[in-house]
């Protein structure tokens, strides 16, 4: 092979190398710009989200919702017939009850009670009305399943840092979390807390978690 030949594979070979590299290059510039796209429409920044105007202000909007079905007659009802209810179950049994729950495959004739009571059938047909939320449900105020929408990961919820912190010692506070993957309902979401009162103490005695879709905030911006 004479030395033209050697010098033309060489620059060719060069050539190649160069366009893969530069390929490479744009696929990391489009893939960091996707990323950038997705933290810009939602603002995501390491371990606290923070949300533009317009999708607060779109969060506080489904908050107000979620805050009215607070008020309802039937929820009130049923969390204080929970209450009543609950009122002398021991820890041991709350336990035991909770770690059945989390260990049953599907559903039993326990957790389809909660979807196919009067409260969570109610639950149901506002999830229709507003599908925005991907999952629903209400505690009562010791962290119990008053009724749901579909089976949580829990029975008992009182020991979750938002549980707590929306329950606020029976003072009551509604919020909206970050931006997370939630388990229950498969899907990336922001969750709004909101504490069920009693018409007259208007102290805390059950919290109503709704999970909003992240992809339905999107479509309304």
Known sequence: MNKKMCLFK????SIMMLSILLGLTQCGKKSQESTSAIKKDTNVQSEKTEFSAE?????????EVIENLAKDPLVIKAVKESNERNHNITLPEILRLDGKWQKTEGLDEFI???????????LVEFQEVNEVFSEI???DEKGLIVGETNKTSDYLQADEDWWVKAYNKGNGMSYYGV??????SRTEAISLYVPVRDIETK???GIIKAVCDITAIKMEL
């Open 179 to 184: 931006l997370e993957y939630d388990k229950s």
């Open 55 to 63: 999708v607060k202000q779109i969060l506080d909007k489904k908050k």
């Open 203 to 205: 102290k805390a005695i």
């Open 10 to 13: 060489s620059c060719t070979l």
């Open 137 to 139: 449900f209400i505690t």
């Open 112 to 122: 389809k009670s909660f979807i196919i009571n009067e409260c969570g059938q109610y």
